[in-house]
């Protein structure tokens, strides 16, 4: 489904983002991918739809090589891979359906493009989808009158709207609180599912990539470190991903958050979450 081979990202200046990694996502499968600030998670997710472009190396996605494709040909496969941001991206003035509607753009000519005029069928699926994700009575309200959570949701049903083989997920839950973030990694996992597509989550929070995904790849220095179960997430693993200060931080920072975002009980059973993941060896 997806496959990528050997890529590389430098930077002007000699900045190495991405140096030799190799990941291979199957159809229905659902990655996360963690690690620290500047790790080059955010590049890879941009690399893959060449908002970035990388150095060398191959993306290859339903046979297609993305980084030989041409301008025309990029477009029609950016179609079939909808991406997720962490700031949203919706264009705050417009309504939600008319947010969600822009996932169809790519579907359609420019002068249909430019007068919005979006097919019966694309106004129904965006009505089905909206309702799923829970925002049937938020449909004509303006994107700057909704919540952090509820502006994510819409970032997911415009990029459900595409109708894609792949998501790529950047950053989902870094703007949410603790409750509200567990709920999008909820959806955005169960939707993936329901429509067996692979998905690939760049994610801080290793405890909600431990409790939704079944894969986890870890990123140090523009490499890929570890590749496995969240099961094999235990603190050597977790050390060699982030390194022994930084993973010390990481526990305190993240016991902080809880504990002033959810409350004592969900901060302790949180906590207890992170012990687990940093001392489990089974």
Not at 17 to 43: D, Y
Not at 76 to 83: C, E, I, L, Q, V
Not at 179 to 202: C, D, F, P, S
């Given at each position: ?257 809880l504990t002033s975002e959810g409350g004592n009980d969900l901060a302790d059973r949180e906590q207890r979450k992170l012990q687990l ?6």
């Amino acid at each position: 489904m997806l496959k990528i081979n050997n890529l590389h990202k430098e930077y002007p200046g000699g900045d190495l983002a991405l140096q030799g990694v190799n990941i291979e996502l199957k159809k229905g499968e659902i990655a996360a991918v963690i690690g620290p600030s500047g790790a080059g998670k955010s590049t890879l997710i941009r690399c893959i739809n060449r908002l970035v472009e990388s150095t060398a190396g191959e993306i290859i996605l339903q046979d297609q090589n993305i980084n030989n494709l041409n301008k025309k040909e990029l477009k029609n496969a950016r179609r079939k891979m909808g991406m997720i941001f962490q700031e949203y991206a919706l264009v705050e003035r417009l309504t939600v359906m008319e947010n969600v509607l822009s996932g169809r753009l790519g579907y359609l000519s420019f002068w249909r493009a430019w007068l919005r005029k979006f097919p019966q069928k694309d106004i129904n699926q965006a009505y089905q989808i909206l309702d799923r994700l829970g925002l049937k009575d938020h449909v004509y309200k303006r994107s700057d009158h909704l919540s952090g959570g509820q502006r994510q949701r819409v970032g997911i049903a415009r990029a459900l709207m595409q109708n894609p083989d792949l998501l790529l997920v950047d950053e989902p839950t870094a703007s949410l609180d603790p409750k509200t973030a567990r709920q999008i990694m909820r959806l955005i996992t169960e939707m993936a599912r329901e429509r067996e597509l692979a998905a690939l989550i760049n994610i801080h929070d290793v405890l909600l990539a431990r409790e939704y995904v079944s894969r986890i790849i870890g990123m140090r220095k523009g490499k890929i470190v570890f590749d496995g179960s969240p099961a094999d997430l235990n603190k050597d693993t977790l050390t060699t991903i982030y390194g022994e200060e930084d993973w010390n931080n990481f526990k305190n920072k993240d016991q902080e958050n809880l504990t002033s975002e959810g409350g004592n009980d969900l901060a302790d059973r949180e906590q207890r979450k992170l012990q687990l993941a940093a001392s489990s060896s089974n």
